[in-house]
């Protein structure tokens, strides 16, 4: 046989563990385990019928054909509606353009710009993909630890000493999947003073979960705060966690002109364009009723408060309230040294999302694959009837460590 040589940079990532999480749980439940899955990054709410009424619709009427490779002109004429309503931000349909779920935009925003060894700063606890993807497309990631004394937020003084000369990017993530976090204007302000100083470095702001932040606050757009950068700045968004459309694979990205139109060559040599069908369903969802995403969000907040208050009861366990996304990220410290019924010890964050699975049936993900231990995080996109029973099995499981 053959031995198939796989080359050095796809060698060097691994696959989500999200992605694994899931094929585990859909394992263990296929032996007939009966598994409470906390571990899926996406909402458990069906698309709302009009937007698949849309892409019915936009089937029938032959709208089932390639497009252009930055997105059809009405999907983007509606993203350019959206950043002005609701973010205050104006950009042209040109500096738009539409990908098959955010996270190919930042594939190949940075295929577009890193040479090989250019560096890609990106702070804990991250979105698993950020590091693999800088690895993948020639880039070194630049992980600067950034923990819960700053409320998971990166501050000016960690950004600036996280800046060489080989400084491409910062990535940032606001609210932010694992921890929650949301920046506030001022801390935006703050760290925008510091890339005034770094004229080199490219920021990238992920605001894929904007429209999930409770206690009647709201996300601030990067762009919106500190316009200075916008000429180096890349917006990327997506109706996935928005409209619970995370199957349809339509995400978008905003930003100068340039990279607009280099991210848009590379599509077009790999994807063409993505599902006529499916961004036909985005522009229903941008141009249409906003009710669903008012509805979702006060949902959430439910899930957090109840989902908070059972995992800070648990002994070993404190939970911050995260103030956005629909993620807990509980501190685990407490359990690590303890014993389980058959005599292994929970040394990190891995063990006991490990232990969890085995003998709570529960299953989290590991901070670890974060950036950020020791940590768990827990999907709370989930009913309440899931987060009371994946909480008390926990809870038992815990309660059974010596
Ligand atoms: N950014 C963050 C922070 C995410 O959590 C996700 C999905 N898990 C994405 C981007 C990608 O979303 P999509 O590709 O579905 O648009």
């Known amino acids: 046989m053959t031995d198939i040589v796989i080359a050095r940079r796809p060698a060097s990532i691994k696959p989500s563990p999200s992605i694994a999480a899931r094929a585990l749980v859909t394992q263990l439940r296929a032996e ?72 190919q935009l930042i594939h190949a925003a940075f295929a577009a710009t890193l040479d090989e060894g ?110 200075q950068l916008a000429g180096r700045t890349l917006v990327i968004n997506g109706v996935s966690k928005a409209y619970a459309m995370t199957g349809w694979r339509i995400g978008y990205a905003a930003g100068p002109l340039k990279l607009i139109e280099t991210i848009t060559l590379l599509l077009s040599q790999s994807t063409t364009c993505p599902s006529s069908v499916s961004q036909a369903a985005a522009v229903a969802a941008l141009n249409g009723d906003q009710s669903f995403v008012r509805e979702a969000n006060a949902i959430y907040e439910t899930r957090r408060d109840r989902i908070v208050g059972l995992l800070d009861a648990i002994p070993g366990i404190t939970c911050a309230r995260p ?11 407490g359990l690590l040294g303890k014993r389980t019924s058959d005599g292994t ?25 974060y950036g950020l231990s020791p940590y768990i995080r827990i999907s709370f996109a989930t009913s309440l009837d899931t987060i009371d029973a994946g909480c008390a099995q926990f809870r038992r499981a815990v309660e059974s460590l010596a």
């Open 32 to 103: 007939g385990r009966e598994i409470i899955d906390f571990t899926l990054g996406e909402s458990d709410f069906d698309t709302p019928p009009h937007i698949v009424e849309a892409a019915y619709q936009a089937a029938r009427s032959g709208e089932t054909r390639y497009t252009s490779s930055n997105g059809t002109k009405a999907l983007r004429a509606a993203i350019v509606g959206k950043f002005a309503r609701e973010n205050g931000i104006d950009f042209t349909e040109a500096q738009v353009v539409v990908g098959c779920g955010a996270k």
């Open 323 to 333: 103030a956005g996304a629909f993620y807990v990220y509980p501190n685990v410290s």
């Open 118 to 227: 250019d560096e890609v700063i990106v702070p804990t606890p991250y979105w698993v993909s950020y590091p693999d993807m800088a690895v993948v497309n020639g880039g070194v990631p630049v992980i600067v630890p950034v923990g819960e004394e700053t409320g998971f937020k990166l501050t000016p003084a960690l950004l600036g000493s996280a800046i060489t000369p080989r400084a491409k990017w910062l990535v940032l993530n606001s609210p932010n999947n694992p921890s929650g976090a949301v920046y506030t204007p001022e801390e935006i302000a703050s760290l925008a003073a510091v890339l005034e100083q770094h004229p080199q470095v490219m920021l990238m702001t992920d605001e894929i979960y904007e429209h999930f932040v409770y206690d009647g606050q709201t996300a601030a757009a990067f762009t919106r705060v500190a316009p």
């Open 345 to 369: 010890t929970l040394n990190s964050d891995l063990d006991v999302s490990l232990f969890l699975l085995q003998e709570a049936g529960v299953a989290v993900i590991d901070g670890s694959s």
